[in-house]
């Protein structure tokens, strides 16, 4: 496909977070976490036939599943990354003038039990706020600073900022209430990303490419991890055709160690890399964002920081309309008052006059 030239910059904002929500739905643990609306004993029974396939040595893999339940939360559809994209366009409109006012956002939240259920940095940093530790330090004393939490909310920003630079500025202060370093870089990487992709003139969007990584590039320095995870990721899919042929390459900088996929200095990186062999190669977004669930260890975040890079760069209609229109609607899963809510009418709303 040719890049589009003429997407105004509302169908690439309402791009950045239906691509969010596509790849969101597109993971496997979206299933799971959309399971959450079921009663608990539907999980609990799910992990007793997990056991029973180890001790029996049984290869069958146990699904979330509703038995006598409306199966209709474990349809297609986003999970958790866009109930928090949600969450966030919500809150953060009309825009805060300023760090305090973004820190007592949360603090607010935290006081009326409102902040939706989230990663394990998000709810260590709710404990530290609770107990009276403030921002930074509710991020920085976190064992999970690292992890990618923030840099879905910082899609957010991405769309709702009057500039890059403004975006990386708000997602800063929104990533530093519940985490540090990479956690707090690759936050602002994503943020100035979207903000420079809805924002390309004309002139660039026939090859945004180059664009888009020195946004990303210019958030995530060489000398932090994050960084070099990232141009270690460009290197290797420097001769890939497609977002397919990029996956056994990108697969060997998956962790095997550490028990959890979503670690920033990974997953944007990953994203990051897919969305530019996707740009060069003009692969239909929802191609990438399938090349990105993959990566099964990586699932639960890169196909959603994949569709929202190249949403805000190509918009909303480049999306197939079956997974568009699947993927509007929230299931309340990390928040019951976003259950059936319309995802771009929220968009809308936030975004009006832009």
Do not use: K
Request: aromatic residues 4%.
């Amino acid at each position: 496909m040719n890049e589009p030239t003429d997407r105004t910059g509302t169908d690439r904002r309402r791009g950045a977070v239906l691509g969010l929500a596509v790849g969101d739905a597109a993971g496997w643990p979206a299933r799971t976490h959309r399971s959450r609306v079921l009663p608990g004993w539907t999980r609990r029974l799910r992990r007793e036939l997990d056991a029973f396939a180890e001790v029996e040595s049984v290869t069958t893999l146990p699904v979330p599943f509703a038995l006598n339940q409306d199966p209709a939360p474990l349809r297609l559809g986003p999970g958790d990354d866009a109930e928090w994209v949600a969450w966030t366009l919500a809150g953060s409109a009309p825009l805060p003038a300023d760090r305090a006012a973004v820190h007592a956002r949360w603090a607010v939240a935290v006081a009326d039990g409102a902040v939706p259920v989230g990663r394990i940095a998000v709810a260590v940093a709710v404990d530290n706020l609770r107990r009276g530790v403030p921002p930074p330090d509710s991020g920085r004393r976190n064992p999970h600073h690292f992890d990618d939490a923030a840099a879905i909310r910082a899609v957010a920003y991405g769309v709702l900022a009057t500039s890059p630079a403004h975006a990386a500025t708000l997602a800063g202060w929104d990533a530093e209430v519940t985490h540090a370093g990479d956690g707090v870089t690759a936050a602002r990487a994503v943020a100035a990303a979207v903000a420079t992709a809805v924002s390309l003139p004309a002139t660039a969007a026939s090859r945004p490419e180059p664009t888009l990584l020195a946004a990303l590039e210019a958030q995530l320095p060489i000398d932090q991890l994050a960084g070099r995870t990232l141009r270690r990721a460009l290197a290797l899919v420097a001769g890939a055709g497609t977002p397919a042929e990029a996956v056994p390459l990108l697969d060997e900088l998956v962790d095997r160690v550490y028990s959890y996929g979503c670690a920033a200095a990974q997953t944007v990186p990953v994203a990051a890399a897919l969305t530019a062999v996707a740009l060069r190669a003009g692969t239909p977004t929802i191609d990438a964002i399938l090349a990105a669930a993959a990566l099964p260890s990586l699932a639960d975040s890169a196909p959603a920081l994949t569709g929202a890079l190249l949403g805000a760069v190509r918009g909303a209609a480049e999306l197939p309309p079956s997974w568009a229109d699947r993927c509007r609607r929230l299931a309340g899963c990390c928040d019951p008052t976003l259950a059936g809510v319309d995802l771009l009418d929220i968009v809308e709303r936030t975004t009006r006059g832009q």
